[in-house]
């Protein structure tokens, strides 16, 4: 075996009775060669003719966005959807042409510069998810060539039909057939973490008649054929025959081997390749990359199409004064405006023809105005949200040193929804968990056992700062310290010098820890690894929570380090001698778990020949179970069952019984022919046998394992619930599992009244054995929609003071509750729940439930999961967060940001995401109000031209507004800007709410910002217009020119513009001081560049700077007056909404100013401004416990 020298290897065939597979064919398989079930594949012969008829996929997978062919036309697509775009390159078309105010050059490069740089941001983009893809795709399998030689090929090389040789811990390249494994049983453990989340390993085994190929060789003239269904999503179902040397047998899902799942416990395996690449059933449960566009993005198109809006009216408006002007301009002979010389003219100013005039002018006026549309806001907006992604990336707190995975924004496009999130859709395993189980605490004899600390009780007591509700007293905390201390031993974090290091045997009751102990070491099906050099021994079990039992057993001094095919082997310390010593149980029967019985039991013969029922399972099924003698520690095991689900941790009640022979006899009997059975009602056979011999037991305890939570998940939980942002657990493992996850996170607390939605009900069992399908189903979906009919009327409970709900459904329930007639009311129950948690869902479930909260409520969702299962949801999410863990690389690869641990997320919604939000909402509002009054002094000045087309500004300088002057300004608000620091927006998650309400990108606020510009507009404009539009000068007393007047109210423009930046920002950097006050000085710094440069390129602005401005006192003296007159509108606005009707942040701005941020009092108070009562987290928790201590004196 792989790792740390030779291993033994065990036998499995006796522990999960069953033989190596034989079965019958069933319904199902008679449909094989029909519709939907037409794939053949011929095993070791893939390049034969009819193999290759067959044009199958081959294993390639691409999870891009774009190919080298579909880049161009597709990024294209993407840039000139956006409407702003589209309207450029019409204006940049029509600049080419007589009618335009402007030259072609000045308008064209901008254009080219925007796209260009937009395109070769997503090229970048593209690239990185290709070298993840090309990772992937060029790993190493080893494939049957010829002759019974196997060869490392990549995995992009498989083809159908291709026999390949997996070895431990390797990824399964694509789906295959199980032909035989170095078991000789045929048998093989797979961990499908990746597929459903579930960390237990479960068992796959090959048919017999395959089953004696353990070598290369045996492969050499191996030749079967393969029928079975096509290609689909479901990744717990598979029909299928397997057809050798003339005999047919049935394949299922025993046989199936999925990708990404991955090969343990087990040297090698051989398979055949029947599905590859995106016919894997784990591709077909993904979707394309989508491309996803920001909420505040997509208003941004509605405003742009509202300015265009405004434009064309403009224009319409301009060509009608335009059209009736020039037509009066000659009458009855005589010229009115003789100075144009209408009789001597052009088309585009003939009397004559003025409707033809008044059309071509329109088209000007439309290429004239396009100023009130941003042109270099999209690309503004790009940089901005790559340089946030830079300190996203950047950022320490979001770096895992363990792993050394910093955060990754794996695409800009969405930083600003990161602020706006309503919804969080979270996978359980490996996301919210660590993929382990450590045994914590017991309860043996009525004693409880254990001071460790988890992780809800380190939450509640920090958060309530004191031990109440099983938060950490003083002799815990020392009890965590030398945990600390001590070497970490996966599975075992328990502190209890009273039964530790044989101690136990000084106890009151050291015959019950014996028993105990013995149990914990026998009860299970896991199997020991020993290591021969070191001697240590090692354990596989099929659920982690069972590897912690016996890595706890080991640890207390009974250590289980074999086991044959009827007998298990301990080392015990035995309390007579004080010595360890050897002792065998020899295993008669196992009576398995299953998620409705919720026990598993061992019978075994002790060295004294007493038969031992030896039982564990659910406090709800193990207590109803015991004998009347038997119950003598049940009320203090009770009490311990209750402190240890507070403390959100997953508990086991420990049973047992002596049998005599004759009651063994009759039982094993009756459970043979049961097992035995042919039938739909086997399983329910085995069960009822086993419920008699399950009874009159005796309680020993009771364990408690914590399904170990990523550190920090319970204050990352609780921040995001006091921010807002409500949390969906969706989940492929059990409900028990879920449920107890809930506990752990506090999403699910003690009092909450539980909605459970499931399939397991004894009425829909009966139902499921009838034969007729469709009527089955439609009666199961009755009872669905019965239960959650019934649960929507708790909503509406008139009681105020009832608990919050909490939704748990099952993923045979869910499937009902997303049909389309259903999913209405399925969505309101679970909207109107505190916590929602979805169990035993499939992939493409997930990504339905992500569909249906983000089309039908509208708000923003993020999804984050770790597994390739969570790839459809994180995809279908307007936000996926990928965790970057230790397994599997695929929901990285399809996400949009990823982090190495949930507690991240934090960091990354309530400050990345706040910021972002507040950056690109600012700036996109204060680009419009630039260059809406920057549009509008055009407008204005066409008025007083007669809308002749005539440009009041010169062509570069129209330019350049946008690219240089005013630019770099808005880049740096939307990088650095703060409103509150990093520590406030933590102290204050509330504040979130900002962004997941829209307020800084509402309507209100957008008009507010037009409504601005459109003011400053007029205030420039007409008071330049009265200043020097009939004053003397010059020295000769000449008046000014179009040139002189429009270079002095471009120079206000750029002062207004940027000075009202400056009294927007919250938080100055030298950087934003240089923009600024840079873009005014290189204003200036070009007038005298370009007026010097010859009259053919400067044009109207030649010298106009050093000859007629500078000297002028006046202008200077104008600019400072217009610029203060300008400013002074919004000054006033902001300081009387500053001081009566401050928004949250400002009230917060105000704490830090006034020096009140430590005063607990004030921030309460602050706080209490909450837009939602705080339902789930460990502070809900709190005060829901606070509130039942303050009820109970008045209850008694």
């Known amino acids: 075996m792989g790792g740390g020298g030779r291993r033994k290897k065990q036998h499995f065939g ?153 070895e431990k811990d390797q990824f399964f390249p694509a789906d295959l057939i199980l032909l035989s494994s170095s078991y000789d049983e045929a048998l093989c453990y797979v961990e499908t973490t990746n597929l459903d989340g579930e960390t237990n390993l479960k068992l796959k085994q090959a048919l017999e008649v395959t089953s004696n190929l353990h070598d290369d060789l045996s492969f050499e003239n191996f030749k079967a054929l393969i029928r079975c269904e096509d290609p689909n999503a479901s990744l717990y179902s598979f029909v299928g025959s397997l057809e050798i040397e003339g005999e047919s047998y049935p394949l299922t899902p025993q046989q199936l081997l999925l990708r990404d ?164 859709l979270s996978d359980k395993t490996g996301t919210l968990t660590c993929n382990s189980m450590e045994f914590i605490k017991c309860s043996i004899a009525g004693t409880a056992y254990g001071r460790g600390v988890t992780e809800v009780e380190r939450a ?66 896991a199997i020991p690894e020993i290591d021969e050099e070191s001697g240590s021994v090692s354990y596989e079990a099929e659920s982690p929570d069972e590897a912690a039992f016996v890595i706890a057993a080991r640890e207390l001094g009974f250590e289980f380090y074999e086991r044959a095919q009827t007998r298990i082997s301990l080392h015990e310390f035995d309390p007579i001698s004080g010595r360890r010593v050897e002792r065998s149980y020899k295993l008669l029967s196992i009576l398995e778990f299953s998620s409705s019985r919720k026990r598993m039991s061992v019978i075994v013969r002790n060295e004294e020949g007493k038969i031992l029922l030896l039982s564990k399972g659910a406090d709800s099924v193990m207590f109803q179970r015991l004998a009347k003698d038997g119950r003598e520690f049940e009320g203090k095991t009770l009490e311990h069952i209750n402190e240890y689900a507070d403390a959100g941790l997953r508990t086991l009640v420990l049973a047992y019984r002596e049998l005599d022979e004759e009651e063994f006899l009759e039982f094993n009997k009756e459970y043979t022919e049961a097992k035995n059975l042919v039938s739909s009602d086997r399983e329910e056979a085995v069960e009822e046998v086993a419920e008699k011999i399950e009874r009159d037991l005796i309680l020993l305890g009771a364990t408690a394992v914590e399904d170990k939570l990523q550190n ?26 879920a449920i107890n996850i ?45 239960q959650i009919s019934e649960a929507k009327a708790l909503l509406g409970s008139p009681d ?21 007639d259903v999913q209405d009311l399925f969505l309101e129950l679970a909207i109107g729940c505190a916590s929602v948690i979805c169990c035993r869902s499939s992939p493409k479930q997930k990504a339905l439930v992500t569909r249906l909260v983000k089309v039908k409520t509208g708000k923003t969702t993020l999804a984050i999961g770790d597994g390739a299962n969570d790839v459809g949801m994180l995809q279908e999410a307007d936000i996926g967060i990928g965790i970057s863990g230790v397994e599997g690389m695929q929901a990285v690869m399809s996400s949009d940001i990823a982090i190495a641990q949930f507690r991240f997320l934090e960091r990354l919604l309530l400050i990345h995401g706040h910021w972002c939000y507040r950056r690109i909402s600012s700036m996109i509002c204060y680009f419009f109000y630039k260059n809406i009054a920057f549009g509008f002094t055009i407008f204005f000045y066409e008025i007083y031209a007669s809308f002749s087309g005539q440009s009041a500004y010169n062509d570069w300088y129209l330019s350049l507004y946008n690219v240089f002057f005013t630019s770099l300004p808005v880049i740096a608000l939307g990088v650095f800007d703060q409103d509150v620091s990093a520590r406030f927006c933590l102290k204050f998650p509330l504040l979130y709410q900002e962004g997941a309400q829209n307020v800084l990108f509402s309507w209100v606020r957008i008009l507010g910002w037009s409504l601005n510009g459109i003011v400053t507009a007029i205030i420039i404009f007409f008071l330049c217009i009265l200043a020097i539009g009939s004053q003397a000068f010059r020295k000769g007393g000449e008046v ?8 002095t109210m471009y120079s206000i ?90 928004m949250y942040h400002q009230m917060i701005q105000w704490i830090r100013i006034d020096g009140q941020s430590d005063d607990p009092e004030f921030c309460h108070m602050v706080r209490q401004r909450s837009l939602r009562p705080t339902t789930v987290g460990y502070t809900a928790r709190i005060e829901a416990s606070s509130k039942r201590f303050e009820e109970k004196p008045e209850g008694h």
């Open 14 to 166: 006796r522990i999960h009775a069953f033989s190596c597979g034989k079965a019958s064919f069933n319904g199902e398989h008679s449909r094989i060669g029909g519709p939907g079930f037409s794939r053949v594949v011929y095993c070791n012969e893939p390049e034969c003719t009819e193999a290759t008829l067959k044009n199958y996929q081959d294993n390639y997978v691409r999870t891009t966005k774009y190919t080298l062919a579909t880049f161009l036309p597709k990024a294209v697509f993407e840039q000139f959807r956006r409407v702003a775009n589209l309207y450029f390159l019409i204006c940049a078309i029509l600049s080419f042409t007589p009618l335009s105010p402007y030259s072609a050059v000045s308008n064209v490069v901008p254009l080219v510069v925007v796209i260009g740089v937009t395109m070769g941001k997503e090229a970048l983009e593209d690239w990185r998810r290709k070298k993840q893809d090309m990772d992937v795709n060029n790993r190493k399998v080893k494939v049957h060539q010829s002759e019974g030689a196997f060869d490392n090929t990549k995995w992009r090389d498989l083809k159908v039909g291709d026999i390949v040789k997996v």
């Open 261 to 424: 799942s991955k090969l343990r416990n087990t040297d090698f395996i051989y398979g055949v390749v029947i599905f590859t690449g995106h016919d894997t059933k784990v591709m077909q449960n993904s979707t394309d990359p989508p491309s996803k566009r920001s909420k505040i993005e997509k208003r941004m198109d509605k405003i742009v199409y509202f300015l265009f809006f405004i434009l064309v009216l403009m224009s319409i408006a301009g060509s009608i004064v335009f059209g009736i002007t020039t037509s009066n301009d000659i009458e009855d002979g005589r010229m009115i405006r003789w100075y144009l010389r209408p009789d001597d003219t052009t088309i585009y100013y003939d009397p004559t023809r003025a409707p033809v005039a008044a059309i071509l002018q329109f088209l000007t006026a439309i290429m004239l105005y396009s100023y009130l549309i941003p042109i270099s806001l999209y690309v503004s907006i790009e940089i901005v949200k790559v340089l946030q992604s830079v300190f996203i990336n950047q950022d320490l707190h979001m770096y895992y040193e363990e792993t050394d995975q910093p955060a990754r924004a794996r695409t800009s496009n969405l930083n600003e929804e990161l602020g706006q999130v309503d919804t969080i």
């Open 460 to 525: 509640l007591s920090s958060g309530k700062g004191s031990s109440m509700f099983g938060g950490v007293t003083e002799e815990e905390g020392e009890a965590e310290d030398s945990t600390e201390a001590k070497t970490l031993i996966k599975g075992f974090n328990f502190m209890d010098e009273r039964i530790m290091n044989g101690n136990w045997v000084k106890e009151p009751r050291a015959d019950v820890i014996q028993k105990f102990l013995q149990l914990l070491a026998v009860c299970h099906t």
């Open 712 to 737: 920090g998940v319970p204050d990352c939980i609780d921040k995001l619930a006091q921010a807002g942002i409500k949390l969906w657990v969706l989940t492929g493992d059990k409900m028990e599992t």
């Open 742 to 786: 809930g506990y752990a996170c506090s999403l699910l607390r003690q009092g909450m009244k539980q909605i459970v939605i499931s399939s397991e009900t004894p009425e829909a069992k009966a139902l499921e054995k009838g034969e007729d399908k469709s009527n089955v189903a439609r009666a199961l979906k009755e009872i669905v929609v019965h």
């Open 800 to 820: 105020e003071n009832s608990e919050a709900l909490a939704l748990i459904i099952d993923g045979n329930s869910l499937a009902y509750a997303l049909e389309i």
């Open 1040 to 1047: 000014v020119g179009f040139e002189i007047f429009g270079a």
């Open 1053 to 1142: 423009v750029v002062w207004v513009v940027n000075c009202q930046m400056a009294l927007s920002i919250s938080y100055f950097t030298y950087i934003q001081h240089l923009f600024i006050w840079g873009g005014i000085v290189f204003w200036y710094i070009f007038q005298l560049a370009y007026g010097a440069l010859d009259p053919s390129i400067s044009t109207t602005a030649y010298q106009v700077f050093i000859e007629a401005c500078a000297p002028a006192p006046f202008y200077w003296l104008l600019t400072l007056f217009v610029v203060v007159s300008s400013l002074l509108p919004y000054f006033t606005y902001a300081a009387f909404q500053m001081r009566f009707f401050p």
